[in-house]
T-cell receptor, first 112, second 115 residues
């Protein structure tokens, strides 16, 4: 089992709809969590960090469930420009070092 | 300001040849990362530099891979005796924060094709 797992999708969603996807992590020592967005054949860019209390940035809401070890991303009123792959990233301490573990991403396609 | 730059953008090489990939991080960023990404896959961590500390090389897949960061700025990733399975996009990222805690700013990547 991968340490960070995401449903690869694709999620095909009509414009204007709400879509949500999760990312599960297996290591309880995980400390920080992020969502990155990657457009086709482009580099990843930070979408938002995920805070323990949950956080919102415009149409995007991120939540952390430590008990069940997953983070979620919810997109409201989806736009065509939201079409991308969403990468979940987990920062955890491994011994004396920190390690960043990346999920393989969830592909989202917004249809007109 | 200028972002992370990488060169070359594309590299085609023959199996067995050595290649060098370059990364220019954002000025002032103390942390630098190398990843590779195969088609349709997530990012695979390769190596992490933080200031003057010894690099975290735990992600390097074999001893054919090495990386340097000179003067705390520019970094080069060297792959010796390239194999076809080395074909991927090699991404460099820098961050103003260490401990792998902060936002990472990625370069556009180098697409490596080994024939």
């Amino acid at each position: 089992r991968k340490e960070v797992e995401q449903d690869p999708g694709p999620f095909n969603v009509p414009e204007g709809a709400t879509v949500a996807f999760n990312c599960t992590y297996s290591n309880s020592a995980s400390q920080s969590f992020f969502w990155y967005r990657q457009d086709c054949r482009k580099e990843p860019k930070l979408l938002m960090s995920v805070y323990s209390s949950g956080n919102e940035d415009g149409r995007f809401t991120a939540q952390l469930n430590r008990a069940s070890q997953y983070i979620s991303l919810l997109i409201r009123d989806s736009k065509l420009s939201d079409s991308a792959t969403y990468l979940c990233v987990v920062n955890r301490r491994g011994g004396s070092n920190y390690q960043l573990i990346w999920g393989a991403g969830t592909k989202l396609i917004i249809k007109p | 300001g200028a972002g992370v730059s990488q060169s070359p953008s594309n590299k085609v090489t023959e199996k067995g040849k050595d290649v060098e990939l370059r990364c220019d991080p954002i000025s002032g960023h103390t942390a630098l990362y190398w990843y590779r990404q195969s088609l349709g896959q997530g990012l695979e961590f390769l190596i992490y530099f933080q200031g003057n500390s010894a690099p975290d090389k735990s992600g390097l897949p074999s001893d054919r891979f090495s990386a340097e960061r000179t003067g705390g700025s520019v970094s080069t990733l060297t792959i010796q005796r390239t194999q076809q399975e080395d074909s991927a996009v090699y991404l460099c990222a820098s961050s103003p924060l260490g401990g792998m805690a902060g936002e990472q700013f990625f370069g556009p990547g180098t697409r490596l094709t080994v024939l």
